[in-house]
């Protein structure tokens, strides 16, 4: 079962990724349209407060994962890299071959 930090670190991933922009920008669309309308009817009214209480709620969970992501810097780095970065000057397949 993979940890926590790996999960919060694919919702990042996938909140900033082309497939979920097009929904936030209708949400976001939505949300203007039903503001700006001089009479919106009753199911009109629910439906506004709901998708700003949800893109709210959205906007804290990117927060708090982000917080958390940065308390655990290999969330959003490359762990090859990582080990790249920390290995003595011959990197790869360096060490194995005198090059």
Do not use: C, W
């Not at 991933?13 to 922009?21: A, T």
């Not at 209480?53 to 969330?75: C, D, H, V, Y």
């Not at 490359?78 to 790249?84: C, F, H, P």
Request: no cysteine.
């Amino acid at each position: 079962m993979p940890n926590s930090n790996k999960i919060i670190s694919t919702f990042l991933q996938e909140l900033h990724s082309k497939e979920v922009k097009p929904m936030l920008e209708s949400l976001t669309f939505l949300l203007e349209y039903l503001e700006n309308k001089e009479e919106p009817d009753a199911e009109e009214i629910r439906i506004f407060e709901a998708a700003y209480q949800a893109l709210e709620k959205l906007q804290t969970l990117e927060a708090l994962a982000k917080q958390r992501a940065a308390k655990f810097p290999s969330l959003t780095g490359n762990r090859l890299q990582d080990l790249y970065d920390k290995a003595p000057t011959k990197v790869g397949t360096q060490a194995l071959f005198k090059i």
